[in-house]
Antibody, heavy 120, light 110 residues
Framework: EVQLVESGGVVVQPGGSLRLSCAAS????????MHWVRQVPGKGLEWVSL????????NYADSVKGRFTISRDNSKNSLYLQMNSLRTEDTALYYC?????????????WGRGTLVTVSS | QSALTQPPSASGSPGQSVTISCTGTSSDVGRYNYVSWYQQHPGKAPKLMIY???KRPSGVPDRFSGSKSGNTASLTVSGLQAEDEADYYCNSYAGSNNLVFGGGTKLTVL
């Protein structure tokens, strides 16, 4: 069974930094492109970033480009999101997600999310 | 990277059909057949219901169907059931390793 467990969400001040982690299990992590998706409580979903299997290709939503960095450690079956220069509008539940096998750009599996609150 | 446009709400009575639209541009929905739909119940993670415009993952009832015409994709739920009440989000590939979601539609079963 696929399991994606996010951690690292806390309350942080504007301008601060935070690193989110996602522990993956139940599948061969190295074979999948991974994404981060966020959701402001009570609002819609927003795609944040993706990283391909070997980490050589990454991309970001315009809203986080230059501030967030996605990375992965395939030896640890882990996905990360380094978040710098945080803004109040970055407050959201951050989901770690996995693509479906054999389908490009298709998010299939989701974790339960970790809540990031940016507030003074 | 503008969000896809969905109606904020939709509703129908049990047994009826309801269709939710998702309007993008010629750079996303209109260009690629990588349109997917997700169902989200309160407090839960989203669940994949439709992918590549009209394909259903195993386990998703055939009451759920998808289609696309031009820059607009649609999700149709036939034979509405109480458990279909949820938020629904469309998603499309937008080129250059970008994805975009719709704003979401709250489906109410009357």
């Amino acid at each position: 069974e696929v399991q994606l467990v996010e951690s690292g969400g806390v309350v942080v001040q504007p301008g601060g930094s935070l690193r989110l982690s996602c522990a993956a299990s139940g599948f061969n992590f190295v074979d999948y492109t991974m994404h981060w998706v966020r959701q402001v409580p009570g609002k819609g979903l927003e795609w944040v970033s993706l990283i391909n299997r070997d980490g050589g290709t990454t991309n970001y939503a315009d809203s986080v480009k230059g501030r967030f960095t996605i990375s992965r450690d395939n030896s640890k079956n882990s996905l990360y999101l380094q978040m710098n220069s945080l803004r109040t509008e970055d407050t959201a539940l951050y989901y770690c997600t996995k693509e479906r096998w054999g389908s490009k750009f298709l998010i299939e599996s989701w974790g339960r999310g970790t809540l990031v609150t940016v507030s003074s | 990277q503008s969000a896809l446009t969905q109606p904020p709400s939709a509703s129908g009575s049990p047994g009826q059909s309801v269709t939710i639209s998702c309007t993008g541009t010629s750079s996303d929905v209109g260009r690629y057949n990588y349109v997917s739909w997700y169902q989200q119940h309160p407090g839960k993670a989203p669940k994949l219901m439709i992918y590549e415009v009209s394909k259903r993952p195993s386990g998703v009832p055939d009451r759920f169907s998808g289609s696309k015409s031009g820059n607009t994709a649609s999700l149709t739920v036939s034979g509405l059931q109480a458990e279909d009440e949820a938020d629904y989000y469309c998603n499309s590939y937008a080129g250059s390793n970008n994805l975009v979601f719709g704003g979401g539609t709250k489906l109410t079963v009357l």
